[in-house]
């Protein structure tokens, strides 16, 4: 029981232990690694095919390998390397403005994206994805612009929805965000995420019960979201439900979540 309590007590404050998603960010799934070794393969073919024939796409595609692999620092360079050869190439300022948010490099990222808003205005991704950088560098004014621009240029659009939830949580503007997210609902019923956060702030707000049902329709839809396992275990340690937390933690620690491998291992073993 001591044991229980000490679980209960280190979790509880830890809520970030639990936290909303970010749509194009890592899906908090386990990432088949054992792939990686192919990929190196072809990096090296690439890397032949580079010392041949030097040019910018060669670079961008040797880039989007490294990519795969999380190589994104070597991937910007040879990105830098393609915009010296091809500059006026917006999908490789996209692409590197991609990869710069991997390496939380935030503001070349915001200037990347920039590029191709100024380069192809037409181009919704290219504001949809400059205001997920100004969320995350709480430049909430500057998002809603771009959002608003996003859904001009495609109406109804899910995604960007979701993102203005994803603006209101993280202004702590709770309730507007509940209904921006589940407006992205309605147009996507698939969207785990939403779904999640959505949990998240129920939980923020001491609804357990709504919490761990909608951390319970994330996992649903998406049974390899350990993100959504850990956030119903801090759920259901709220409510003390300790057996069930459990099982969420070794579930998460299964699908490769090393910080849910860690606590259960500590706490309920």
């Known amino acids: 029981m001591m044991k229980k309590i000490l679980f209960l007590l280190f979790l509880m404050s830890n809520l970030m232990f639990g936290q909303t998603e970010l749509l194009n960010n890592n899906t908090a799934t386990q990432i088949d690694s054992t792939l990686w070794q192919g990929v190196r393969n072809r990096i090296k073919d690439q890397t032949f095919f580079i010392k041949i024939n030097p040019t910018g796409e060669n670079y961008f595609k040797r880039a989007k390998l490294k990519g795969e692999i999380e190589d994104y620092n070597g991937a910007i360079s040879d990105l830098d390397l ?72 495609k109406p109804n659009w899910g995604m960007a929805i979701f993102a203005q939830g994803l603006m209101y949580d993280k202004k702590k503007e709770y309730e507007k965000s509940i209904l921006y997210y589940t407006k992205s609902l309605e147009i996507n019923p698939e969207n785990y995420l939403a779904f999640n956060n959505i949990g998240f702030i129920n939980f923020m707000l001491k609804k357990y019960d709504l919490a761990i049902y909608n951390y319970s329709k994330a996992i649903d839809l998406n049974l390899k979201y350990f993100n959504a396992y850990r956030n119903r275990a801090d759920a259901r340690i709220a409510k003390k439900d300790f057996s069930g937390a459990c099982q969420d933690l070794n579930i998460a620690s299964g699908l490769g979540d090393l910080k849910a491998k860690e606590y259960y291992k500590e706490y309920c073993k």
């Open 82 to 153: 393609a915009l010296k050869l091809s500059p006026n190439e917006l999908a490789i300022y996209y692409t590197r403005g991609g990869y710069k948010e991997r390496i939380n490099d935030l503001n070349g990222a915001l200037e990347d994206f920039t590029k191709i808003i100024i380069s192809k205005p037409s181009f919704e991704w290219g504001w949809h994805d400059r205001a997920l950088i100004n969320i995350k560098l709480k430049k909430y004014e500057n998002a809603e612009k771009d959002l608003i621009k996003a859904l001009e240029l």
